[in-house]
């Protein structure tokens, strides 16, 4: 069976009506000179909110492709369960590899989070750049949806909003609650549609920190016996968390 390409392109360059797409710039490059795709070739297309569009290539220049939709189906490969993953800023490296990878898992939204062990916050530059690695990880995925990147937030901060999550959780090295048993019984009943997963820094969360969480609501669990790199925590947390869940039925 021959590979499936997929591109990226915005919504506003799919004409629905017209049953035709563009791409363009970086997408229509790679397309053109790197896969030396050609008209008559058949791609897939994604807008990153939700649209796949099977496509056939019916007209080429240097950075534009032109595309006619032959098929559409929405969200397809995407969770049922919104997860966010809050992560600690952590080097810079790093970071951007736990984007990749929790793209790559299926999370909804990543927030980057500022905490007494932070490291320093990342710059315009820095953001573009991860918002390039939640693109590319969505096509290598074969999703429909790219991440949310929310701005930085401070702890305190993300703890005022965690109401708004049907579950809410904060790994902890030190907490008794295996993270697969307490998220694994809540799946189970169906009532969760959201949630929340924080991840540390480099040393964990503080004391004090922990303790703000629980006042908030927020059920401290245990990624296992080991202590774990703040990256790997993260995609070992979202791993849990995806391996029980179905993908979305419309």
Not at 78 to 90: C, G, Y
Not at 208 to 222: F, N
Request: net charge neutral; glycine share 6%.
């Amino acid at each position: 069976m021959a590979e499936r390409r997929y591109f990226y392109t915005a919504p506003e360059s799919i004409d629905s009506g017209l049953s035709i797409l563009y791409l363009i710039d970086d997408e229509a490059r790679h397309c053109l000179q790197v896969l030396r795709m050609k008209s008559g070739d058949r791609c897939y297309v994604v807008n990153g909110q939700g649209d796949e569009y099977e496509t056939e290539i019916i007209e080429t220049v240097r950075d534009r492709v032109v595309c006619k939709i032959l098929n559409h189906r929405m969200r397809p490969n995407e969770l049922k369960v919104e997860i966010t993953l809050a992560l600690a800023l952590i080097k810079k490296d790093r970071f951007e590899w736990a984007l990749e990878k929790a793209t790559e898992l299926g999370v909804h939204a990543v927030i980057p989070l500022k905490t007494g062990r932070s490291v320093v916050e990342p710059g315009f530059q820095k953001i573009r750049r991860w918002e390039k690695t939640l693109i590319a990880a969505m096509k290598q995925s074969e999703r429909s949806m790219v991440p949310v990147l929310r701005p930085v937030t401070d702890f305190h901060a993300l703890l005022a909003e965690a109401d708004n999550y049907d579950m809410a959780l904060i790994a902890h090295e030190q907490s008794a609650r295996p993270m697969i048993s307490v998220a694994g019984e809540r799946l189970k009943t169906g009532t969760v549609r959201s949630l929340l997963i924080g991840i540390g820094p480099e040393g964990g969360f503080t004391d004090e920190e922990i303790q703000s969480a629980r006042r908030h609501h927020l059920t401290d669990v245990s990624l296992g016996p080991t202590r774990l790199r703040s990256e790997t925590a993260a995609i070992a947390a979202v791993a849990v968390i995806a391996g029980q869940l179905h993908p979305w039925v419309p």
